[in-house]
């Protein structure tokens, strides 16, 4: 508009929802931007067929409410870079949307392995105590000790005497829809590399680990995965159930005594 400024400003609108500034924030200072302020008032908005506005009410009126978010930062004037920024914050934005819209059905997941497991435990006697202690695991999961960031499964199958492992379509949940999970649509067991390859073939039906990647969501660190396998009458790995979030402040704070499998 023919006007400098000594900064520069980033603002959104969105539906009202977690994740939004604190996402914004930690891809700022990962990228070593320098925050100068940041305002986030939420307003309660009305819209016509057209999305546009037409009403706008203080955020503690009843109604769809959305967040406003302006934050002023150094100033960028290289066009590629601010090109870059925001195309990134886009794409976290749209990764933190599906995180939230997919956190109930990452918890029906996670209670649908609970009641396999259950199930499972009556035609494997021999391996009863690990069935219990990787449901407990959940369920203590469940109690506010894991924000849920994604969720993925895999089915085994052979083929001419060859294991394979296959992505369920359409299982990709949170950050697991975004991307995250590297895995082609088939590949076979032999082909993996040897530590991926025994995240897949160990006998244990629990395994807990840190990812490879980082989160873009709501706070820095690394990805922290629970993997559970699930069994036939036959003792056979049939599927492999991936969840994918961060352990939170009072999972870490814990006594190892309160925590499953510790």
């Given at each position: 508009?023919?006007?400098?400024?000594?900064?520069?400003?980033?603002?959104?609108?969105?539906?009202?929802?977690?994740?939004?500034?604190?996402?914004?924030?930690?891809?700022?200072?990962?990228?070593?931007?320098?925050?100068?302020?940041?305002?986030?008032?939420?307003?309660?908005?009305?819209?016509?067929?057209?999305?546009?506005?037409?009403?706008?009410?203080?955020?503690?009126?009843?109604?769809?409410?959305?967040?406003?978010?302006?934050?002023?930062?150094?100033?960028?004037?290289?066009?590629?870079?601010?090109?870059?920024?925001?195309?990134?914050?886009?794409?976290?934005?749209?990764?933190?949307?599906?995180?939230?819209?997919?956190?109930?059905?990452?918890?029906?997941?996670?209670?649908?392995?609970?009641?396999?497991?259950?199930?499972?435990?009556?035609?494997?006697?021999?391996?009863?105590?690990?069935?219990?202690?990787?449901?407990?695991?959940?369920?203590?999961?469940?109690?506010?000790?894991?924000?849920?960031?994604?969720?993925?499964?895999?089915?085994?199958?052979?083929?001419?005497?060859?294991?394979?492992?296959?992505?369920?379509?359409g299982s990709e949940l949170g950050i697991c829809r975004a991307g995250e999970l590297h895995l082609p649509l088939a590949k076979s067991l032999a082909d993996l590399p040897e530590d991926i390859k025994d995240i897949f073939t160990t006998p244990n039906i629990l395994m807990v680990d840190k990812s490879p990647f980082e989160t873009v969501v709501h706070r820095s660190g690394k990805v922290?995965?629970?993997?559970?396998?699930?069994?036939?009458?036959?003792?056979?790995?049939?599927?492999?159930?991936?969840?994918?979030?961060?352990?939170?402040?009072?999972?870490?704070?814990?006594?190892?005594?309160?925590?499953?499998?510790?």
């Amino acid at each position: 508009e023919g006007r400098s400024s000594a900064y520069t400003i980033i603002e959104t609108t969105l539906k009202n929802q977690p994740f939004l500034i604190d996402s914004i924030q930690l891809y700022l200072r990962r990228n070593n931007i320098k925050e100068i302020s940041c305002i986030h008032p939420l307003f309660t908005i009305e819209r016509d067929k057209k999305n546009r506005i037409i009403k706008i009410d203080p955020g503690t009126q009843p109604g769809i409410r959305e967040s406003f978010i302006h934050i002023e930062v150094e100033r960028i004037a290289e066009p590629e870079r601010l090109s870059k920024i925001e195309n990134d914050l886009r794409e976290i934005l749209l990764e933190a949307q599906y995180v939230v819209q997919d956190f109930p059905r990452i918890i029906k997941e996670i209670k649908d392995i609970i009641n396999e497991l259950e199930y499972s435990s009556q035609f494997l006697p021999q391996r009863k105590i690990e069935v219990k202690e990787t449901i407990d695991f959940l369920r203590w999961l469940l109690d506010e000790n894991m924000v849920l960031l994604g969720y993925g499964s895999y089915s085994y199958y052979s083929d001419e005497g060859e294991q394979f492992i296959q992505l369920n379509p359409g299982s990709e949940l949170g950050i697991c829809r975004a991307g995250e999970l590297h895995l082609p649509l088939a590949k076979s067991l032999a082909d993996l590399p040897e530590d991926i390859k025994d995240i897949f073939t160990t006998p244990n039906i629990l395994m807990v680990d840190k990812s490879p990647f980082e989160t873009v969501v709501h706070r820095s660190g690394k990805v922290d995965q629970i993997g559970i396998k699930k069994l036939n009458e036959k003792n056979q790995v049939v599927e492999y159930k991936l969840i994918l979030g961060l352990f939170t402040l009072r999972a870490i704070s814990q006594e190892g005594t309160k925590i499953p499998i510790l």
